[in-house]
């Protein structure tokens, strides 16, 4: 099971001739992801590492037939990148890339949604059902397969969260990084939704941050109709108000954006908040044994 | 990115929004010559990058252009919120009939932008919201579809205007939309929008805040960019590619990731420590980034031990540790280092640094603790 992709995944790189693009499609297949076909504008070759190269999505989906695709294309051009994949049929849409501006994604949000296309990102790590599928650039060996999904607006923060569980010997069915931006195209609770239909996660950890109301609409849903415990972190305790901390939608705007606001709203969801990211592994391990 | 008023005029007026007459002066003297040339009375207004300027005297009301003189003198140089004024627009005073507030922000939970408008103009929208959220008007625009005539007929009308000013009001929020539009901003205000006693209709005060992700395909907007508004050291940290916010406490972090960077500063709080900064250093980062992060660190003084956290993905541990070796040897470090490292060649980076005499973690919670041991009593 797990949720989104897994070893039977047909993966399309987007942006593929690129350095980052070339890097992380070679990763992906080192771990096993079955990567179908490559698409750049600016290909010559006619295939990479034994993946087929084309120049358009039209030409690559002629002959092989993607459940997904993953954007590398740099920001300008991002956009265009997931209207070409939805005009394809592609119905999962992972966009790695940083800096797109948010009119751009306002429209392709309102476009994918209306499509019935599962956008995730961008600005995000991607997607990983351990031992079976990764969509991404997470380092893929620090994953272990099991029953703990895991839904993060970070990157780095991610790897340090798997690690703990790892550590507390628990593994993950699927991990997706929603992305650090203001608009992206999946938030918690599109994938809490997806994960309590999900009869191999067990558990489910949430890693938030200052802004925006997400945290607070998972918590709603995580009270009236999940039905399976979560275990949350909320990055940014120490931000200060009207500053944006790295991430483009990581910015205190007004007082529901906070930490302490969503720490609250959560906990009386029934939310089991870790007050380090490291107490995540050791929290999980305890919510599932009851 | 944040512009000043005079810019974001110059902005409303491109888009045919009408605003006073003024000119922007730097010293008293270009400021007694502009309300010469404008014709007294005129408003001295500073332009800074900070709310409540009113209010901190930084507007004032000039008869005459030695009273401009008098103003400007008084305003250049004052401190708002922290900020220094350099500049101040001077315009020609208008008589007040009426004044509305008008704006169009960047909505987040509808992943839209919204037109937001009161009949009461020059109050703050945010405190109106909390007092009497009846009184304001909201029109979403349909992010494929466009705004609607319809919708700002709802505004114009809603507001309470009628023939024959409701035409050139209508006008002022189709143009101030269009503005917003074009420019990638998330955010823009008139307010007041003035309505004279001899009928003309005025933006009076304008404020555009900017999406910096928008900012590579407008570059004359970039181009309003004031450092002089910045603080140095993120300055510098913009040029170099790094984020950079500066914090108040006394430990330097350098993190990659934004995620991990908030949460190391959280940790280093939760142990009882403030941190100095956030710093990011990116997810492809190299030792150059490394050595540019640790010199900008090094800089504060009131810095007393540094804390570098790394999570190895796509970052290479080994590339980390060979920029803080360089640092070691082109900086020098007069202050303690707590280095954490793991994942992606962790090993090899903990050799080099070891090598160099610096000790090193793997730990996060561990190593955090040290650095706040490390400046307790300092």
Known sequence: MAILVDENTKVMVQGIAGVEGKFHTEQMIKYGTKVVAGVDPAVKEKDFLGVPLFRTCR??????KPDATVIFVPAPYAADAIYEAVAVGVKLVVVITEGVPVNDMIKAYAFTRSKGVRMIGPNCPGV???????????????????????????????????????????????????GGDPVIGSDFVDLLRMFKDDPETKGIVLIGEIGGNDEARAADYIQKELGKPVVAFIAGRTAPPERRMGHAGAIIGSAADTAAAKIEILEKAGVKIAAIPTDIGPLMAQSLKR | MKIHEYQAKRVLSEYGVTIPQGEVAVTPEEAYAAAARLGAPVVVKAQVHAGGRGKAGGVKLARTPEEA???????????????????????????????????????????????????????????????????????????????????????????????????PIFAMVANLYRAFAATDASLAEINPLVITKGGEVLACDGKFNFDDNGMFRQKKIAEFRDPGEEDPAEREAVDKKLNFIKLDGNIGCMVNGAGLAMATMDMIKHFGAEP???????????????????????????????????????????????????????????????????????????????????????????????????????
């Open chain 1, 59 to 64: 030409e690559a989906c002629a002959t092989v």
């Open chain 1, 128 to 178: 990983i059902s351990p031992d079976r599928c990764k969509i991404g650039i997470m380092p893929g060996h620090i994953h272990r397969k099991g029953n703990v999904g895991v839904i993060s607006r970070s990157g780095t923060l991610t790897y340090e969260v798997v690690y703990s569980l790892v550590a507390a010997g628990l593994g993950q069915s699927t991990c997706i990084g929603i």
């Open chain 2, 69 to 167: 003189k008098a103003a400007a003198m008084a305003i250049l140089g004052m401190t708002i919120k922290g900020r220094t004024v350099r500049i101040v627009l001077v315009e020609k005073a208008v008589e007040i009939a009426r004044e509305v507030y008008i704006g169009v922000i960047f909505d987040r939970a509808k992943k839209a932008h919204t037109i937001i408008a009161s009949a009461e103009g020059g109050i703050e929208i945010e405190e109106l919201a909390r007092t009497a959220p009846d009184k304001i008007l909201k029109e979403t625009v349909e992010p494929t579809v466009g705004l609607q005539p319809y919708q700002i007929r709802n505004i114009v009308w809603g507001m309470g205007f009628t023939a024959p000013l409701d035409r």
């Open chain 2, 276 to 378: 100095a900064n956030f710093l990011d250093i990116g997810g492809g980062a190299k030792a150059q980034q490394v050595k540019d992060a640790l010199s900008i660190i090094l800089r504060e003084p009131k810095v007393k031990a540094i804390f570098i956290n790394i999570f190895g993905g796509i970052v290479r541990c080994d590339l980390v540790a060979e920029g803080i070796i360089a640092a070691k040897k082109d900086l020098g470090f007069d202050r303690p280092v707590v280095i954490r490292l793991i994942g992606t060649n962790d090993a090899i980076a903990r050799k080099m640094l070891n090598e160099e005499g610096f000790p090193t973690y793997d730990n996060m919670p561990e190593a955090a603790r040290k650095a706040v041991e490390m400046t307790a009593g300092v």
